[in-house]
């Protein structure tokens, strides 16, 4: 008997120790994450502005041998039988 008092004294007190270092922590992120008053200036973020004509877009890629050797897809047929599957329970 006196060992199974010994265990549940034992298993209390690491119990404890995890609650309270479980709570630390919870109040630690709380304290610098959320009630911690720091001003965060905001990014000065300007967009690029392209003036018109700057962006020239090479279409000569287009002119390259192994491009043209490619074919276009054959046109998909739609499906010409049942769909799905019996209800199982019908």
């Keep these: 008997m006196p060992v199974n008092f010994i265990e549940r004294k034992n298993r209390q007190k ?5 609650v309270i270092i479980i709570f630390l922590a919870t109040a630690v992120v ?3 994450g ?3 008053d720091v001003e965060i200036s905001p990014v000065a973020y ?3 502005l392209y003036p018109e004509g700057s962006i020239i877009i090479d279409f000569s ?7 043209k050797e490619l074919k276009p897809f054959s ?3 739609p499906y010409e039988g049942s769909l799905g599957k019996q209800n199982p329970f019908k």
């Design 46 to 48: 300007e967009p690029e």
């Design 30 to 32: 709380l304290w610098f």
């Design 61 to 67: 890629i287009f002119e390259k041998p192994f491009l």
């Design 34 to 36: 959320y009630f911690n």
């Design 14 to 18: 690491y119990l404890l120790i995890a």
């Design 75 to 77: 046109e998909i047929l």
